[in-house]
Structures are given as structure tokens and as C-alpha cells.
């Protein structure tokens, strides 16, 4: 109890306006997160994910096998994703708890009772005034607002996801499982010929655009993992902009724009994606200025799995590293970053080199079958 009334005034104002501060920032964040559309870094849902990726990773570190690795993180977006909304109400109900006793609801256990009342419309706990009766009401109506905003944030997240994952269980029909750059270049030059291709370019190309909007707009959709464990968003955009990459610099056939634009789409896709989670990687890079993950043995190694199942490759091999590794340094940086982020499983030329492998950088072998 403060005696002094210049105090205790001084005190109901600090009190109500850090109450204001933390039910406007709950706010603020959820309206960041579930309604804005575009990508707006919002602290409160960042230290959610940091904190439970804190705690996911003590476990981690005990856990040796892939598999086991998998099955925990699969659980990981979910999860974080269902404790916004009680991190929000409770924010909201600190703020609102400052503000009822800021307008002279006492003590303070009661102030907080009736937030929590007004919050989930119980209406066991009441104030009489028409200041705390107003603050009831908005208290009442943010908590419905909360609640409605998260189911209907629910079916929209998956729907992206369900899109996203449809191309990538897709891709494995062409490029195997894990997927391969390689084997994606020998089934298609098998099946349909490497030159009536180009509609393929611009399905991915379309791809990327949407991966790019939905993954910094719905930032939890990155931690969502493949159905198939041996299957990742990540993978599959590494693979195909490999193969598009291999496609324009060493295979012998018309330049086909359609993929170099899907490579461009590629790379600028998973450059906005890194930006969003701070991700560090070089922002100008040209080669052989800035090096790539790739070694000059391992693309000749490509070639030679190449040309054993008669894909046509250019007679200069010197011209179509540099022009192979000119399009690779667009992208390798932010790749690996998200794979190793993401915890992508292992897959030629993209987890396989990332910090979280926890390999040292192997040949290029292509999967079968």
C-alpha cells in the first residue's frame, strides 16, 4: 500500500501504460503473424521458436540417428505454432491484469483474476466502474479476436503446406529418393528428352514464387517437415536448381530460358528466405571470386555419370564448370544455411555439405530406383 498519493498516481501510471504496452504488443504480434500479408519479423513469436528450438536441441544432442532426429522435429512447427495463442492470452492478460489495477481494482491478485475473467468470458470476477467495465469488454472481445484469428490461420498454413508438399512428393517420381540432380537429368533424358522440357521450368519457376510469398509470410511453414522423411522442401529446390544449373552449362542441347529463369526464382526464393531468419550469407558473389561447396572433381564426376547414360554434354568441360559454378554461387550459401536450419535430410549437393550434416563434403553419388 503506497501512502503518498503523488506516488501512488505515479505508480498507476507506470502500471497501466506497461499493462497498455504488453496487451498492444500481444496484439501487434498476432496481427504480424496470422493477418499481415508480407514477411514482418515479430519478436514475440521469434523468442517462442528460439526458446523451443532451445529446448528441442538439448534432446537432439541425444540423439545419434536420423530417424529419431526426424520424428522429434517433426512435432517441432506444430507445436510452436499452437503455443502462440497462450502466449498471446497470457501477454494479454498480464497487460490487462496492469491495467484493472491501474484503475483501482485491489490487490493485485484480484486485478489479475479479473483478467483472466474478462479474457475467457467467464464472467465469475466483476469491477464496478465504467473504466474497469470498458476495459472487461475490449479484454473480452481481444481474446475472442486471438482465438478466431488462430483457426482460421490453421487451414490457411496447411493448404500452403499441402501445395508446397504435392511438388516435392512429385519430384521423386523424376529425381529418386533422396532426390539427385543426376538422376533427375538420366530419367528425364530417358522418358521425355531433354529438349520438350521447358513447361517443367516454369511449374517450379511458379513454384518458388509461392514457396518464397508463403515462407516469410507463414514463417512456421519452413519448419514443417515432408511427410516422407526422407523428403524436404529444401532438398527438392536445391535439386532442381542443380539440374537446371547442369542443364544450361554442360548439357548439349537448345539454351532452354524457361530454366534459367526457374534457377533465378530459385535463388531469389531461398535468398528472402534466409533474410527473414537472419540466415549469414554473402549478398554479392561472383565465382571464382567466391567459392562454391561444389568441387571441380565432383562436377567432373557428375559429367561422367552423364555421359555413361548418353546425355549429350558439351565438348568444353573448363566452360561448363565456369558457367556451372557462376550459376551454383547464386544460391549455395542460402541452400546449405536452410538445410542446415531446417535440419534437411541428407541429399547430393545440398544437405549432405550443410553445417548440421555433420559430414565432411563427399562425392557425388546418384541414388537409383
Same mark, same amino acid.
Given at each position: 500500500?503506497?501512502?503518498?498519493?503523488?506516488?501512488?498516481?505515479?505508480?498507476?501510471?507506470?502500471?497501466?501504460?506497461?499493462?497498455?504496452?504488453?496487451?498492444?504488443?500481444?496484439v501487434r504480434s498476432a496481427v504480424r503473424t496470422l493477418v499481415l500479408p508480407r514477411a514482418v519479423q515479430d519478436s514475440v513469436s521469434r523468442i517462442l521458436?528460439?526458446?523451443?528450438?532451445?529446448?528441442?536441441?538439448?534432446?537432439?544432442?541425444?540423439?545419434?540417428?536420423y530417424g529419431s532426429r526426424d520424428r522429434l522435429m517433426a512435432a517441432f512447427a506444430p507445436l510452436g505454432l499452437l503455443l502462440m495463442l497462450p502466449l498471446?492470452?497470457?501477454?494479454?492478460?498480464?497487460?490487462?491484469?496492469?491495467?484493472?489495477?491501474?484503475?483501482?481494482?485491489?490487490?493485485?491478485?484480484?486485478?489479475?483474476?479479473?483478467?483472466?475473467?474478462?479474457?475467457?468470458?467467464?464472467?465469475?470476477?466483476?469491477?464496478?466502474?465504467?473504466?474497469?467495465?470498458?476495459?472487461?469488454?475490449?479484454?473480452?472481445?481481444?481474446?475472442?479476436?486471438?482465438?478466431?484469428?488462430?483457426?482460421?490461420?490453421?487451414?490457411?498454413?496447411?493448404?500452403?503446406?499441402?501445395?508446397?508438399?504435392?511438388?516435392?512428393?512429385?519430384?521423386?517420381?523424376?529425381?529418386?529418393?533422396?532426390?539427385?540432380?543426376?538422376?533427375?537429368?538420366?530419367?528425364?533424358?530417358?522418358?521425355?528428352?531433354?529438349?520438350?522440357?521447358?513447361?517443367? #521450368?516454369?511449374?517450379?519457376?511458379? +513454384?518458388?514464387?509461392?514457396?518464397? !510469398?508463403?515462407?516469410? %509470410? $507463414? &514463417?512456421? @511453414? /519452413?519448419?514443417?517437415?515432408?511427410?516422407?522423411?526422407?523428403?524436404?522442401?529444401?532438398?527438392?529446390?536445391?535439386?532442381?536448381?542443380?539440374?537446371?544449373?547442369?542443364?544450361?552449362?554442360?548439357?548439349?542441347?537448345?539454351?532452354?530460358?524457361?530454366?534459367?529463369?526457374?534457377?533465378?526464382?530459385?535463388?531469389?526464393?531461398?535468398?528472402?528466405?534466409?533474410?527473414?531468419?537472419?540466415?549469414?550469407?554473402?549478398?554479392?558473389?561472383?565465382?571464382?571470386?567466391?567459392?562454391?561447396?561444389?568441387?571441380?572433381?565432383?562436377?567432373?564426376?557428375?559429367?561422367?555419370?552423364?555421359?555413361?547414360?548418353?546425355?549429350?554434354?558439351?565438348?568444353?568441360?573448363?566452360?561448363? #564448370?565456369?558457367?556451372?559454378?557462376? +550459376?551454383?554461387?547464386?544460391?549455395? !550459401?542460402?541452400?546449405? %544455411? $536452410? &538445410?542446415? @536450419? /531446417?535440419?534437411?535430410?541428407?541429399?547430393?549437393?545440398?544437405?549432405?555439405?550443410?553445417?548440421?550434416?555433420?559430414?565432411?563434403v563427399p562425392r557425388f553419388s546418384a541414388p537409383r530406383g
Amino acid at each position: 500500500m503506497i501512502d503518498d498519493p503523488i506516488v501512488a498516481a505515479a505508480a498507476r501510471v507506470v502500471v497501466g501504460l506497461l499493462g497498455a504496452l504488453l496487451a498492444g504488443g500481444a496484439v501487434r504480434s498476432a496481427v504480424r503473424t496470422l493477418v499481415l500479408p508480407r514477411a514482418v519479423q515479430d519478436s514475440v513469436s521469434r523468442i517462442l521458436f528460439r526458446t523451443l528450438r532451445a529446448v528441442y536441441d538439448l534432446r537432439l544432442r541425444h540423439l545419434s540417428d536420423y530417424g529419431s532426429r526426424d520424428r522429434l522435429m517433426a512435432a517441432f512447427a506444430p507445436l510452436g505454432l499452437l503455443l502462440m495463442l497462450p502466449l498471446w492470452l497470457a501477454i494479454v492478460l498480464l497487460g490487462f491484469g496492469g491495467l484493472f489495477w491501474a484503475s483501482g481494482v485491489r490487490p493485485v491478485g484480484r486485478a489479475l483474476v479479473l483478467s483472466g475473467s474478462s479474457l475467457f468470458t467467464l464472467g465469475f470476477e466483476r469491477a464496478d466502474g465504467w473504466l474497469p467495465m470498458i476495459l472487461t469488454f475490449t479484454e473480452a472481445t481481444i481474446g475472442l479476436i486471438l482465438v478466431a484469428l488462430l483457426i482460421a490461420y490453421l487451414p490457411t498454413i496447411y493448404g500452403a503446406f499441402a501445395r508446397r508438399e504435392r511438388a516435392v512428393n512429385m519430384l521423386t517420381v523424376r529425381a529418386g529418393r533422396p532426390v539427385s540432380a543426376v538422376e533427375m537429368l538420366t530419367r528425364l533424358h530417358r522418358v521425355a528428352g531433354l529438349e520438350s522440357i521447358g513447361p517443367m #521450368w516454369s511449374e517450379w519457376e511458379a +513454384w518458388f514464387a509461392e514457396v518464397e !510469398e508463403s515462407h516469410t %509470410a $507463414l &514463417a512456421a @511453414l /519452413v519448419f514443417f517437415r515432408s511427410p516422407h522423411p526422407q523428403e524436404s522442401w529444401v532438398t527438392a529446390a536445391g535439386t532442381v536448381m542443380d539440374t537446371s544449373a547442369l542443364l544450361l552449362s554442360a548439357v548439349d542441347t537448345p539454351r532452354q530460358p524457361e530454366a534459367a529463369l526457374c534457377v533465378r526464382a530459385g535463388f531469389v526464393a531461398l535468398r528472402h528466405i534466409a533474410d527473414y531468419f537472419d540466415l549469414p550469407y554473402d549478398h554479392n558473389t561472383t565465382y571464382p571470386e567466391h567459392p562454391i561447396s561444389i568441387t571441380r572433381a565432383e562436377f567432373d564426376d557428375c559429367l561422367q555419370q552423364l555421359a555413361e547414360v548418353g546425355v549429350p554434354l558439351k565438348a568444353d568441360r573448363e566452360q561448363a #564448370w565456369l558457367d556451372y559454378a557462376g +550459376w551454383r554461387v547464386n544460391y549455395d !550459401e542460402p541452400l546449405l %544455411a $536452410l &538445410a542446415s @536450419l /531446417v535440419m534437411a535430410p541428407i541429399a547430393p549437393w545440398t544437405s549432405d555439405r550443410s553445417p548440421a550434416s555433420g559430414r565432411a563434403v563427399p562425392r557425388f553419388s546418384a541414388p537409383r530406383g
